[in-house]
């Protein structure tokens, strides 16, 4: 018999409204394996017990009544990045210790009104900063597939959390590879929307040219069912754009005859993991299997990412968190003066890779470099964005790793920054450009750790990439399988 908390969320819906089960009994499986599991994976950092069995009553009524909202009843979890009214929103950092937001951001707002059952907030790296989760200043949360190992991040709860079936889902964000790396990581579907497709109101911002919410999930059906109820226009956020949404669900026909996928020569480099290449290589065959046509492409500007992101986004990250002085937000340690103020402040409020981030981005902008770096870093990123609209012009989609390696473990690349930074050398060009993208699970290493494959689209082309993801998650069985951990 399939446990309650291994159902995806297109599955459980089915129950639902079959009146087979009902959404309280879903939610107390999902808290039960929450108990369960938690102490070992540290995922969430608040539980929100009672609000999500108020939620699944509440959603168990509706439905008596006739109501059939898109996600009644449905238990998902969200990371503590985004602001959620009444419940703490720490963004995995002290200096928000205790902050309890007087607002939901417009992704929570909109889950809410589409029927979600709140669990509670997962971890995160500190303000997004991270590729692991090891910079929460509140716990390390581990993978469920090794325990030793990292979940990827900086949405590595979200990803957890729905891998040891602690969620049926959760919403991530993404500024580098936040959502596709720890969803290749944990074998999940994990979904970066284009920029400007889903509201960054109530995000906390760290890149504002990157930052974007989107779904984790066990299929890429499921992607598609979060997707359709956060995106569109925001009016709170000027940053959304009013492109029109597509239906993603009926973008599910399995069909992909005639598509034509990318492959980018600098995304199979040295230094790769063999099995990951392998995966890959056997995925994009099965790709041609099902009718698509491959096509080789360049993307020449690829080996500038990673240079061009760390100086962008450190540099946006500096202008965002300079707001946390103690005075205008965040802990105060109070010193008497303003100036021992904020360096007290500061100084114990953030952790070290947050600090690296500020300085890194505050030098990149200081009088006499921003032209050298900073503004030499936009050109760059108008490059990269080029690359990809030149090769969207012959090709549908692109496929390529999500990462070059399987999860690595715990503190293996804490001591050094640049090896930790390559970990996102095939998320971040996506990011840079405002594009979409898709993880999808697409095999396993010999210990038995997921590899993710992932699918590019054009900016708002999400329902073309959720067809490759969805027609070639049917033809396989990847995305079924579950951590040993979850199913005891």
């Given at each position: 018999m399939t446990l309650l908390t291994e159902l995806t969320i297109t599955e459980a819906l089915a129950k639902l409204r079959s009146k087979e089960i009902t959404s309280v009994e879903l939610t107390r499986a999902y808290l039960d394996q929450?108990?369960?599991?938690?102490?070992?994976?540290?995922?969430?950092?608040?539980v929100t017990v009672e609000r999500a069995l108020a939620d699944a009553e509440a959603a168990d009524k509706a439905r008596a009544a006739g109501d059939e909202r898109p996600l009644l009843g449905i238990p998902l979890a969200i990371k503590d990045v985004l602001s959620t009214r009444d419940i703490e929103t720490?963004?995995?950092?002290?200096?928000?210790?205790?902050?309890?937001?007087?607002?939901?951001?417009?992704?929570?707002?909109?889950?809410?009104?589409?029927?979600?059952?709140?669990?509670?907030?997962?971890?995160?790296?500190?303000?997004a900063m991270g590729s692991s989760t090891e910079n929460s200043a509140y716990a390390i949360t581990r993978n469920p597939w090794d325990i030793e190992r990292v979940p990827g991040g900086s949405s590595g709860g979200s990803a957890a959390a729905v891998s040891a079936g602690m969620a049926a889902g959760a919403i991530g964000t993404d500024t580098g590879g936040?959502?596709?790396?720890?969803?290749?990581?944990?074998?999940?579907?994990?979904?970066?929307?284009?920029?400007?497709?889903?509201?960054?109101?109530?995000?906390?911002?760290f890149g504002s040219?990157?930052?974007?919410?989107?779904?984790?999930?066990?299929?890429?059906?499921?992607?598609?069912?979060?997707?359709?109820?956060?995106?569109?226009?925001d009016p709170l956020d000027a940053t959304s754009m009013p492109v029109e949404v597509p239906d993603y669900l009926a973008a599910l026909t399995g069909d992909i005859k005639g598509l034509k996928v990318g492959i980018p020569k600098e995304y199979f480099i040295e230094g790769i993991q063999p099995e990951v290449e392998a995966a890959i290589r056997t995925a994009i065959a099965k790709l041609e299997s099902l009718g698509a046509k491959t096509v080789p492409i360049s993307l020449p500007h690829t080996q500038y990412s990673l240079p061009v992101y760390y100086i962008i986004a450190p540099a946006e990250a500096s202008a965002?968190?300079?707001?946390?002085?103690?005075?205008?937000?965040?802990?105060?340690?109070?010193?008497?003066?303003?100036?021992?103020?904020?360096?007290?402040?500061?100084?114990?409020?953030?952790?070290?890779?947050?600090k690296r981030r500020i300085m890194l981005g505050t030098y990149a902008l200081s009088a006499g470099y921003y032209d050298a770096y900073y503004g030499k870093a936009q050109a760059v990123r108008t490059l990269i964005k080029q690359d990809f609209d030149t090769a969207f012009k012959d090709v549908d989609v692109i496929v390529a790793p999500t990462a070059p390696k399987t999860a690595f473990k715990i503190?293996?690349?804490?001591?050094?920054?640049?090896?930790?930074?390559?970990?996102?050398?095939?998320?971040?060009?996506?990011?840079?450009?405002g594009i979409c993208g898709l993880n999808v699970p697409c095999g396993f290493d010999q210990d038995n750790l997921p590899i993710g494959m992932q699918i590019l689209g054009k900016a708002f082309a999400e329902d073309t990439i959720l067809r490759v993801g969805h027609a070639y998650e049917q033809a396989t069985d990847w995305h079924t399988r579950r951590p040993t951990l979850a199913t005891a």
């Open positions: 929450i108990e369960k599991l938690d102490p070992t994976i540290q995922a969430y950092l608040t720490t963004c995995g950092s002290k200096i928000l210790k205790g902050y309890k937001p007087l607002y939901d951001a417009t992704v929570v707002q909109r889950l809410a009104d589409a029927g979600m059952v709140m669990l509670g907030k997962v971890n995160m790296d500190e303000f936040s959502i596709r790396e720890p969803g290749s990581f944990c074998g999940i579907a994990a979904l970066k929307a284009s920029y400007g497709r889903v509201s960054r109101y109530g995000l906390v911002a040219s990157l930052d974007g919410a989107g779904p984790m999930t066990r299929s890429v059906e499921d992607c598609a069912r979060i997707l359709q109820v956060i995106a569109g226009k965002n968190l300079a707001r946390y002085d103690g005075i205008r937000f965040g802990q105060k340690v109070d010193k008497g003066e303003m100036w021992p103020t904020y360096k007290a402040t500061r100084g114990q409020g953030f952790g070290p890779e947050v503190g293996q690349n804490s001591s050094d920054p640049l090896s930790m930074y390559l970990e996102d050398v095939f998320t971040l060009p996506p990011s840079l450009a």
